[in-house]
Structures are given as C-alpha cells and as structure tokens.
Nanobody
Framework: QLQLGESGGGVVQAGGSLIHSCKSSTNILNNDVMGWYRHAPGNQRELVAT???????NYAHSVKARFTISRDNAKNTVDMQMNSLNPEATAVYYC??????????WGQGTQVTVSS
C-alpha cells in the first residue's frame, strides 16, 4: 500500500520561509496528483497546492504568490516551498496523493506555526 512520509514543519517568524517535503513509498509517476491540504483550528480543511504527474500546478489564491510546489521524480518526493509566511498560515499540513488507480492516501500531517 502506498505510504506518504511528511517532513518540514516547524515554527517560523512572520515573513520567514519553510520547506515541506512529502515522500511516496511508490513511484510518484503512478500518482496522478499530489499536494497539500491544511487544517487550522476552527477552520475548514482547505487545499493549498497540487502538482500532477505531468508537472502542472495549482494553488489556492491565498498562497499562489508565495508558495511553490515541485517534484523530484528520482526521489519520489514532492516539495512545497513556503515563503513570506504569515500567522494565517498556521495549521497542520497534510500531504495527499491520488494514485493512477484513483485511491487516495494521506500523510500523517506536520504542524506549521508562524509567529507574529
């Protein structure tokens, strides 16, 4: 079964940057879409960014100018560079993959905390 391992959460001051990584236990070329959701207390879970097996990207409007998602096929890893972070970005970020077989898999989640 596909497994997703996340890393890169942490605490950062407003205006700072973090990099999140999500490593798939299988060839990520077999995953149609990978990306991150985030869930802040009291808020709905929202989609942050996605990247397809072909490299096409999509971003939530609130992060498009500041976040960049990319993939390293050789390492079966997707990365998300998060720049100009503000306290509204504080949330648990969950990596998600949709396989070519249309199964959905979730990472364990990592906490991002942005101090003002």
């Amino acid at each position: 079964q596909l497994q997703l391992g996340e890393s890169g959460g942490g605490v950062v001051q407003a205006g700072g940057s973090l990099i999140h990584s999500c490593k798939s236990s299988t060839n990520i070329l077999n995953n149609d879409v990978m990306g991150w959701y985030r869930h802040a207390p009291g808020n709905q879970r929202e989609l942050v960014a996605t990247i397809t097996s072909g490299g096409s990207t999509n971003y939530a409007h609130s992060v498009k100018a500041r976040f960049t998602i990319s993939r390293d096929n050789a390492k079966n890893t997707v990365d998300m560079q998060m720049n100009s972070l503000n306290p509204e970005a504080t949330a648990v970020y969950y990596c998600k993959a949709r396989s070519m077989y249309w199964s959905h898999y979730w990472g364990q989640g990592t906490q991002v905390t942005v101090s003002s």
